[in-house]
């Protein structure tokens, strides 16, 4: 029997939303979690202050310049991000010692230019990263497996369109306690809520991955050859060769003379990063960035002095050719650094709506085929489907306040502290999926409610126990952002509770 067009892509959509739905519903948690990974770094280093803020960058680039030469003045290079926003909110600096792998890093104090002391964690910045490294993978593994799933979910979007001709009809339409039907209406819902949304978050995605999987699309237009592809990566990214110390040590021009050079080329105001090549050798380089979060366009103007002479070498504009103009708005979209906070919480809000859309999607996939199949197959066939099903869409956020717990109350000179937060996470998040596997679907998901209730309504007391600056005493300090993560933890318990709820009285019904 040939299947209609419509019903091949049906089936198409079915398909590809199950079997990489899990792998995206983590991508979307995660990735939303990155447009609040500053605030979740925040809550997770209680040592540091609130955000100290620069307008006039000069006496933050001298301190740590006084800085950097008292700990690395040989180092290979010098990496500083000023304090301008949320998306910076510290003065950092960075540096890479010869024949060291990885850069160390510091936040310093505007005031005293001196490091903060604060516990070792990986904050935010790490929910951020498993969007995209899906953390135990390799990379070369974790970047085909993010692109694939990525391409699949907008074969999904589109495949969805198209089988739903009356969409915007469904768009209205939602039966509770229908079973499967119920499911699909949430699904449709959620989908078409967000569907510009999830088009922008898909597209921009590809065109994050395409120069990595995609090494065809170089050369179709570069040719082939390493050389070509030299020639390509030059021109979007503008990039210089790495400075080779000449080992001849050479006094850098002063700050003041070095930012009078810059500013011939860029505003001061507008100085976002600076990196310096070799410092203190004769071949020193030294580049001033502006900040990728002033606009949508995800571009730096960079300016690039030799630091001896303060001769110019490269002054690279924001904008550049109508290509490359193109990927970095892709790129402003996809990451959302540019948003302000109302659009960053309509950042946040889609993408959690993103999340329901996979998970409810992958739930009417088991729903639809225990109404079609015979009982006993449904146990055969179905029970670990919808075991992970459970396990994955309501384990993973029962986990994630493990990750904050853990981190509040392992010892601030615990050895590889970081590293365990992440154990505690993941092993959290087995034992949810143990969970669903042992235990009927609703039970299970009663009992996970109930743990994830707990769990959060935890994490704002622990915070007043292990801190000065928390949600009860956020009106004498006025720093919101703690406060928030923890009404943000006090709203999410509620939630699980009312699940709760709801599972015990059906239970019980």
Excluded at 353 to 377: D, I
């Amino acid at each position: 029997m040939k299947l209609s067009f419509r019903a091949r892509m049906s089936a198409l959509h079915t398909w590809t939303g199950l079997l990489l739905g899990w792998v995206l519903y983590f991508m979307f948690v995660t990735g939303t979690l990155g447009y609040l990974d500053t605030e979740i770094d925040r809550w997770m280093k209680p040592e540091l202050p609130e955000a100290q803020y620069v307008s006039e960058p000069s006496q933050a680039i001298q301190t740590s310049f006084d800085y950097l030469n008292s700990v690395a003045p040989n180092a290979e290079s010098w990496l500083i991000q000023l304090p301008k926003n949320r998306n910076q909110p510290y003065l950092q600096v960075h540096w890479k010692l010869p024949d060291e792998g990885a850069r160390k890093t510091e936040l310093l104090d505007i005031h005293t230019g001196q490091p903060f002391a604060t516990r070792e964690t990986k904050g935010g910045q790490l929910l951020y990263q498993m969007h995209w490294k899906l953390h135990y993978l390799p990379r070369t593994i974790s970047d085909w497996v993010v692109t694939v799933a990525t391409l699949f979910m907008f074969v999904a979007i589109v495949t969805g369109v198209i089988v739903h001709k009356k969409i915007f009809t469904e768009f209205f339409t939602f039966r509770p306690k229908k079973g499967a039907r119920s499911w699909l209406d949430m699904h449709n819902l959620m989908s078409v809520t967000t569907l510009p949304f999830q088009l922008m978050i898909t597209y921009s995605g590809l065109v994050f991955m395409m120069f990595v999987c995609f090494p065809w699309i170089i050369s179709t237009f570069y040719g082939p050859g390493q050389d070509n592809k030299q020639q390509f990566f030059h021109e979007v990214f503008v990039s210089l060769p790495d400075a080779k110390p000449s080992g001849t040590p050479s006094a850098m021009l002063p700050v003041p003379a070095l930012l009078e050079e810059a500013e011939k080329h860029m505003p001061l105001q507008r100085i976002s990063g600076i990196e310096v090549e070799a410092p203190n050798d004769e071949a020193s380089r030294i580049a001033f960035n502006s900040g990728v979060s002033e606009s949508l366009l995800r571009s730096a103007e960079i300016v690039t002095l030799n630091a001896s002479t303060g001769e110019l070498i490269l002054h690279r504009t924001q904008t550049g050719s109508a290509a490359r103009g193109f990927r970095d708005v892709m790129l402003g979209l996809h990451e959302g650094l540019y948003a302000g906070p109302w659009l960053r919480l309509l950042y946040v809000v889609s993408g959690l709506m993103g999340c329901a859309m996979v998970a409810t999607g992958v739930f009417y996939w088991v729903k639809s085929r225990q109404k079609k199949e015979k009982k006993n197959t449904q146990r055969k066939d179905l029970r670990w489907v919808q075991a992970v099903n459970v396990g994955v869409v309501l384990g993973f956020p029962v986990a994630l306040p493990v990750y904050f717990l853990a981190n509040r109350l392992l010892p601030t000179d615990y050895a590889g502290r970081s590293e365990v937060e992440v154990v505690c996470l993941f092993s959290a998040w087995l034992a949810a999926i143990l969970v669903a596997s042992v235990l009927p679907s609703k039970k299970a998901v009663l009992w996970l409610s109930v743990a994830g209730a707990l769990l959060y309504a935890l994490l704002p007391v622990l915070a007043a126990t292990t801190s000065t600056r928390h949600l009860f005493n956020a009106h004498m300090h006025q720093d919101w952002v703690l406060a928030g993560f923890d009404a943000t933890a006090l709203l999410t318990a509620m939630l699980l509770a009312v699940l709760a709820r709801y599972c015990h009285r059906k239970k019980e019904g």
